[in-house]
C-alpha cells in the first residue's frame, strides 16, 4: 500500500491556509477531448423521476455525460451533482468524470444511470440558483420517501408540508387531504396526515421557491441529511456504518450517529484490501488510536468508499482541481484516482462572476413556472464563500493515490478577475445589446465592460406586493452589485431584476446603457470640456463658493424628500396621527423655503464671479462670505425648527412602532426611488448640514489672508455657525446613535428590544466564526454592552437572524493565532460561553480588538450585566470543540420557519450587506466622519476599456457614490458602494494622459472619474478616501476634538 505523507502545517488543526494567491477560476487539468467515433445512448433518470436519452461517444470521458445533462438542464452549479449507476458487481458507483463511459457501464442498454446530488453543501445559501435549489428539494423528497432522510414526526410532516406548498401552492383542506392520498411522500404519511395539512395552513403565500428554501432549512438541520451509508465493522467486530460529509467522516450505529472525524482531524486516509483507515493527527487531548481501521464487505466497497471520501474533501476543503500526479516511468502502486472537477470554492466564484442569461425552468409538479436570473454581469466577487473552504487540509490519501491534498492549496484572497483573462471562459452566451439603446463615441463601450452592475438585493418592483424570492437572483440573492440600479418602486413600474443591457420582465434597456445616458448625457470631446474649464475662474474660493452650491443643491432635494414626497405619501392615506404631521411637516417646510431662496444667492453671486453678466462690476462680487454671513445669521432665526427634529425622529419611531399601518406606509415610501437612503437619515439632514457650513467656512477662513475682503465675512459667518452647532452638538450625537440602531433593527431578525436607553452602537462587521463545520461567515454587531453575531439567509428580506450574543460584562478578550492556527484570530470568552473568530486581514482584527476593548471597559463601569434581548434564539454556548453537529432539536424545528418569515420587501444594499459581501467593517466613529464628509457636483466617469468620458451629476453620502443624468433629477439612476474599494492616481501606463483624473478599483473593477479643478480634485479625493480606509479611533477622536463645537 503506498502513501503519500505531507508534514503538517501550523494551522494543521484547522486546515488552515499558509499563504494566498492561488486563482481559482483555472480549472486545473482539463479532461480528455471528446473523441469521435460510435455513439452509445445511455439512459438517465432525473431527480423528478422522469428519464432522458443522451448519445455520447463510447470512447468519451464520463464529464462528457455530465455535462450534457446539466446542459440539458440549463444547470450553472451542477458540480454538486453527480452520476451513480451499479456496475458489473450490482454495487452502486459514482461516474468516474475522467475515465471512458464504456469502460464504466459495460451494458448501457440494461442500466439506467441516476442524476442524483453528490454533494451536500453545510449551508444551502451556498446554492445560488434557485433551479440548485430545487433540484436539492427534490433529493431531500426523494430521500424521505425512500426512508433515507430518518427525522421525528414533527420534522417529516412540515418537511411535507413545505412540499405540498411547492407542489399546489396556498391551503386548500380538500384539496390537500385528496393531493396526499394520490400522493406517498413519507412511509408514515397517513398517520401524520393532519398534522402536515395543520403546518400547510401556515405556508399560506409561500412561493414555491420560498418552500425549497424552508425545506432545505429543515432538512440541513437533520442528522441524516445527505448521509449514504456504507457497511462495515469495527475492530471488535461491531456493525456501524461509515458516511462522509462536507464536515468529514461519520460513524453511525444504526441511524445513530456515535462519533465524527473533522477534515482538520485526519491526517491520511487509505485502504488495504477490505480495511479502511483513518490516520489522525496527533492530539495529546485524544483518546482515540492514531490509526483506526474499519473492516468493509469486499475490496470493491471499501475503494467505492474511499473514493467518495477523496472527492469530498477535495471538493469542500480545496481550492481548486488537484493537479495530477505525474506517472512512474518503471511501475506505480496504488490508485491514481484524483478528484476531478471544480472544487466548492470555484464554483461559487464562477457563479457569482461568470456570465449567465435568465432561464425558465418547469416544476414538475408545480402549477407556478420559476424564472432563475443568471446575470450577464460579474456579481460581487467577495460574497459568501463558504470560510471552511477558506482552509487548505493537510490530508494524504493512501494506496499510492494522487492526494488532493497532495498540494497546499491556499486561498487567493483577491485572485484576478479581469475580463480579459477570464471573460472567455465565464461569458459563453454573447452579450445581447437593448433595444433602441445607441452607441456613441466611447460610450457604448461600456455595455461590453460590464462595468455597471445592477443591483440584485436592493431592486424591488413599484408597486407594494408581498415578498416573492422566487429566482435565484432576486431579493434573496446572494451577491451585491458593484454599481446598484436604484430602482425601487415609483410612478413607473420597474423591473424586479435588471441585468445590464435588458429588463427581465419588459425587455426595455437599462436607464445606465440607455440614450437617456449614453447620448444625451454622453460623452464629450476633450477639445469641449477644456474650453469649458478655462472660461472658469481658477480662484480656489471660487471652487469652495461652488461647493456650497452644488452640496445645497443635493441638500434642497433631501428637504424635498420629507416635505413633498413624504408629505405627498402621508396625505394619501390615513395611517399617520396629526400630532405627528404636526410636528414633522410644519418644522421642515420653512427651512425649505429658506434654503430655496439661499441656493438662488449663491447661484447669482457665482454668475457674477463667473462673469456670465455684469462683466464690468465682477470684482466686487469675487467673493462668498457676505452671503454665507447673511444667511447664515437668519438660520438662527430657524433655531427652533431645528430643535424640533429630533423629537419628530423619535415621535415617528415612536408612532412606527405603535401602529402597522404607519409602519408599513413608511416602509413602502422607503422602496420608492426618491427615498435612496433610510427615512430618518433625512431627518436629521438639517443638523448635518450645519456642520458642512461649519467646514466651508473654515476652509475659505485658512485660504484667504486677513487682508482679504471676504475674510471679515467668512469670520463672522464661522462664529456663528460654530454657535449654533456647539448647542446642538450634543442632540446631534444621541440623534444619529438613535437613528443608527433603529436603521440596525430593520436588518435583524430575532431581537426584541435592540432600541433601549443608553445603548450605543459601536461597529458592524463581517468575521468568521469558528465551529465544528470550520470558519463560516458570521456578522458582527458589537454595541456598548452585549456582541451579537447573525447569519445571513437567502430570506424575502435580506435580513440577519441572530444566533447568539455575548454580554460584554466580564468579557475577556486574547489573541489565539497560535492556539488555533488561523490567521487574525481572537477568542472572545465570555461568563457563560467562549468563542473564537477571525477577522479577513491584520488592520480589520487591530479595528475589532480597539472597539471590542474599548465596549468592555465601557461595560465594566456600569452597574452589571447587560439585559436579555434575544427573541428566539438562545445563545450558542457551545465551545468550538463541542459545536461539531451544531443540531437543533428535530421538535423544535416548527419554529425555524420564523427565519424566512414574509417579512415585507427590504433594502439590500444597507451598509450591512456591504459589509457581509466585501468581507469587512465599519464603526460608529466611521459614520459620523461620513456625515462630516458629503459631496456633490459634476464628474466625467470613463470605463477601464472604454474612450469616451461620460459626464454625470454625482453625490458622495453614505459610504457611496450616487449617479444622476443631472442635478435635477429626483433620484439616482445608480449607486456604488465604496467600502473595500481602493482610491489611486492613474498610472502613465493607462495611457488618460488628463489632469485631474482618480482611479476607483475592486478587483477587476475599474473606474476613472475627471474633476474639474485641483481643488475639487483634491476635495473628491478626500471625501472618497474617507469611505474606502476609516481612520482609527484615536486618530478621528483627537481630529474632533481640534473642531471645539
Same mark, same amino acid.
Request: proline share 7%.
Given at each position: 500500500m503506498g502513501e503519500i505523507e505531507q508534514r503538517p502545517t501550523p494551522g494543521s488543526r484547522l486546515g488552515a491556509a499558509e499563504n494566498s494567491g492561488i486563482s481559482t477560476l483555472e480549472h486545473g487539468q482539463k479532461p480528455p477531448p471528446t473523441p469521435s467515433g460510435k455513439l452509445m445512448s445511455v439512459r438517465i433518470q432525473m431527480l423528478d423521476d422522469t428519464q432522458e436519452a443522451f448519445e455520447v461517444p463510447q470512447r468519451a470521458p464520463g464529464k462528457v455525460l455530465l455535462d450534457a445533462v446539466c446542459s440539458?438542464?440549463?444547470?450553472?452549479? =451542477? !458540480?454538486? &451533482? /453527480?452520476?451513480? *449507476?451499479? !456496475?458489473?458487481?450490482?454495487i452502486t458507483v459514482w461516474l468516474d468524470l475522467l475515465k471512458p463511459i464504456v469502460k464504466q457501464i459495460r451494458r448501457p442498454k440494461h442500466v439506467v444511470v441516476k442524476f442524483v446530488v453528490k454533494f451536500f453543501p453545510p449551508d444551502h445559501t451556498q446554492l445560488q440558483e434557485e433551479l %440548485? $435549489?430545487?433540484? &436539492?428539494? @427534490?433529493?431531500?423528497?426523494?430521500?424521505?420517501?425512500? /426512508?433515507? @432522510? %430518518?427525522?421525528?414526526? %414533527?420534522?417529516?410532516?412540515?418537511?411535507?408540508?413545505? #412540499?405540498?406548498?411547492?407542489? #399546489? =401552492?396556498? &391551503?386548500?383542506?380538500?384539496?390537500?387531504?385528496e393531493h396526499l392520498?394520490?400522493?406517498?411522500?413519507?412511509?408514515?404519511? !397517513?398517520?401524520l396526515e393532519d398534522k402536515i395539512v395543520e403546518f400547510h395552513h401556515n405556508h399560506i403565500g409561500q412561493t414555491p421557491a420560498e418552500s425549497d428554501f424552508q425545506l432545505l432549512e429543515i432538512a440541513r438541520r437533520l442528522e441524516m441529511y445527505g448521509v449514504r451509508l456504507h457497511p462495515a465493522k469495527d475492530r471488535e467486530g461491531t456493525k456501524i456504518n461509515l458516511a462522509v460529509a462536507n464536515t468529514g467522516i461519520l460513524v453511525f450505529q444504526g441511524f445513530t450517529k456515535i462519533n465524527a472525524f473533522n477534515w482538520a482531524k485526519v491526517r491520511k486516509l487509505s485502504f488495504k484490501r477490505k480495511r479502511f483507515l483513518i490516520k489522525l493527527r496527533p492530539d495529546v487531548n485524544s483518546s482515540y488510536q492514531d490509526t483506526l481501521e474499519f473492516l468493509m464487505a469486499s475490496r470493491d466497497f471499501c475503494k467505492s468508499f474511499w473514493k467518495i471520501c477523496v472527492e469530498h474533501h477535495a471538493f469542500f476543503r480545496l481550492f481548486e482541481e488537484p493537479k495530477p500526479k505525474p506517472k512512474p516511468v518503471l511501475f506505480s502502486r496504488g490508485s491514481s484516482f484524483r478528484f476531478s472537477g471544480r472544487t466548492q470554492k470555484q464554483v461559487l466564484d464562477y457563479v457569482k462572476e461568470g456570465g449567465h442569461k435568465k432561464v425558465q425552468f418547469e416544476r414538475k409538479h408545480s402549477k407556478i413556472h420559476s424564472i432563475r436570473s443568471l446575470a450577464t454581469q460579474p456579481a460581487e466577487p467577495n460574497s459568501e464563500v463558504p470560510k471552511q473552504a477558506q482552509q487548505s487540509a493537510s490530508l494524504t490519501f493512501g494506496e499510492g493515490a494522487a492526494s488532493p491534498g497532495g498540494q497546499s492549496c491556499q486561498p487567493g $484572497?483577491?485572485?484576478p478577475a479581469s475580463a480579459d483573462e477570464h471573460g472567455p471562459q465565464r461569458n459563453p452566451t454573447p452579450q445581447r445589446s437593448p433595444a433602441g439603446s445607441t452607441k456613441a463615441d466611447g460610450a457604448g463601450r461600456a455595455e461590453t465592460e460590464e462595468e455597471e452592475e445592477v443591483a440584485k438585493d436592493r431592486t424591488q418592483q413599484s408597486r407594494p406586493r408581498p415578498p416573492q424570492p422566487s429566482t435565484g437572483s432576486l431579493t434573496g440573492s446572494p451577491h451585491l452589485s458593484e454599481l446598484s440600479i436604484n430602482s425601487q418602486g415609483g410612478a413607473a413600474p420597474t423591473s424586479t431584476v435588471l441585468s445590464p443591457n435588458l429588463s427581465p420582465d419588459t425587455k426595455q434597456a437599462s436607464p445606465l446603457v440607455s440614450p437617456l445616458l449614453n447620448d444625451q448625457a454622453g460623452p464629450r470631446t476633450d477639445d469641449e470640456d477644456d474650453g469649458r474649464r478655462k472660461r472658469f475662474p481658477t480662484d480656489k474660493a471660487y471652487f469652495i463658493a461652488k461647493e456650497v452650491s452644488t452640496t445645497e443643491r443635493t441638500y434642497l432635494k433631501d428637504l424635498e424628500v420629507i416635505t413633498s414626497w413624504f408629505q405627498s405619501t402621508v396625505s394619501k392615506e390615513d395611517s399617520m396621527p396629526e400630532t405627528l404631521k404636526s410636528l414633522i411637516f410644519p418644522n421642515f417646510e420653512p427651512l425649505h423655503k429658506f434654503h430655496t431662496n439661499f441656493l438662488k444667492e449663491i447661484e447669482q453671486r457665482l454668475a457674477l464671479w463667473e462673469g456670465r453678466s455684469n462683466a464690468h462690476i465682477r /470684482?466686487?462680487?469675487?467673493? #462668498?462670505?457676505?452671503?454665507?454671513?447673511?444667511?447664515?445669521? /437668519?438660520?438662527?432665526?430657524l433655531a427652533a425648527h431645528l430643535w424640533k427634529h429630533s423629537e419628530a425622529l423619535e415621535a415617528l419611531e415612536t408612532g412606527i412602532r405603535g401602529s402597522r399601518r404607519l409602519e408599513s406606509l413608511c416602509r413602502d415610501f422607503e422602496l420608492q426611488k426618491v427615498c435612496y437612503l433610510s427615512l430618518n %437619515? *433625512?431627518? @436629521? $439632514?438639517? @443638523?448635518h448640514r450645519l456642520m458642512h457650513y461649519k467646514q466651508v467656512l473654515e476652509r475659505l477662513c485658512k485660504h484667504h489672508p486677513p487682508s482679504h475682503t471676504d475674510f471679515r465675512d467668512c469670520r463672522a459667518a464661522l462664529a456663528e455657525i460654530t454657535e449654533m452647532v456647539a448647542q446642538l452638538h450634543g442632540t446631534m450625537i444621541k440623534m444619529e446613535n438613535f437613528q443608527k440602531l433603529h436603521e440596525l433593527k430593520k436588518d435583524l431578525i430575532g431581537v426584541d428590544n435592540l432600541v433601549i436607553p443608553g445603548r450605543e452602537f459601536i461597529r458592524l462587521g463581517s468575521l468568521s466564526k469558528l465551529s465544528g463545520k470550520g470558519l463560516q461567515q458570521r456578522m458582527f454587531f458589537l454595541f456598548n454592552d452585549v456582541l451579537l453575531y447573525t447569519s445571513r439567509g437567502l430570506t424575502a428580506s435580506n435580513q440577519f437572524k441572530v444566533h447568539g450574543q455575548l454580554p460584554l460584562y466580564g468579557m475577556t478578550m486574547e489573541e489565539s493565532e497560535d492556539e488555533w492556527g488561523v490567521p487574525h484570530c481572537l477568542t472572545l470568552r465570555g461568563q457563560r460561553q467562549s468563542i473564537v473568530v477571525a477577522a479577513s486581514s491584520r488592520s480589520e482584527m487591530e479595528k475589532w480588538v480597539e472597539d471590542i476593548q474599548m465596549a468592555i471597559d465601557l461595560a465594566e463601569k456600569s452597574s452589571g450585566?447587560? +439585559?436579555? *434581548?434575544?427573541?428566539?434564539?438562545?445563545? !450558542?454556548?457551545?465551545? +468550538?470543540?463541542?459545536?461539531a453537529g451544531d443540531q437543533e432539536s428535530e421538535d423544535d424545528l416548527s419554529a425555524s420557519r420564523t427565519s424566512l418569515e414574509r417579512q415585507a420587501p427590504h433594502r439590500g444594499n444597507t451598509m450591512?450587506?456591504?459589509?457581509?459581501?466585501?468581507?469587512?467593517s465599519v464603526s460608529m466613529v466611521d459614520f459620523s466622519v461620513a456625515v462630516e464628509n458629503q459631496l456633490s457636483g459634476n464628474l466625467l466617469r470613463k470605463f477601464k476599456n472604454s474612450n469616451g468620458w461620460q459626464k454625470l451629476w454625482v453625490v458622495f453620502t453614505n459610504f457611496c457614490l450616487f449617479f444622476y443624468k443631472s442635478h435635477q433629477d429626483s433620484h439616482p439612476l445608480a449607486s456604488l458602494p465604496l467600502l473595500g474599494y481602493s482610491l489611486t492616481i492613474p498610472s502613465e501606463s493607462e495611457d488618460l494622459h488628463k489632469d485631474y483624473v482618480f482611479k476607483l478599483h475592486f478587483k477587476s473593477h475599474v473606474y476613472y472619474f475627471r474633476a474639474e479643478s485641483e481643488y475639487t480634485f483634491e476635495r473628491w479625493m478626500e471625501v472618497i478616501r474617507s469611505a474606502t480606509s476609516s481612520a482609527s479611533r484615536a486618530h478621528v477622536l483627537s481630529h474632533k476634538e481640534s473642531h471645539v463645537y
Open positions: 440539458h438542464l440549463n444547470l450553472v452549479e =451542477g !458540480d454538486y &451533482f /453527480g452520476l451513480e *449507476f451499479p !456496475d458489473h458487481k450490482k %440548485t $435549489r430545487y433540484l &436539492f428539494a @427534490l433529493q431531500v423528497k426523494q430521500d424521505l420517501a425512500q /426512508g433515507r @432522510l %430518518t427525522c421525528s414526526d %414533527t420534522s417529516a410532516a412540515l418537511l411535507v408540508s413545505h #412540499i405540498v406548498q411547492s407542489e #399546489i =401552492g396556498d &391551503f386548500d383542506e380538500a384539496s390537500d387531504r392520498a394520490k400522493n406517498k411522500y413519507i412511509p408514515q404519511q !397517513d398517520a $484572497r483577491d485572485p /470684482g466686487d462680487y469675487q467673493r #462668498i462670505g457676505d452671503v454665507l454671513l447673511k444667511n447664515i445669521q /437668519g438660520m438662527k432665526q %437619515t *433625512f431627518l @436629521l $439632514r438639517p @443638523l450585566p447587560a +439585559p436579555e *434581548f434575544l427573541a428566539s434564539s438562545p445563545p !450558542d454556548s457551545k465551545s +468550538p470543540e463541542e459545536a450591512v450587506h456591504v459589509c457581509w459581501h466585501r468581507n469587512t
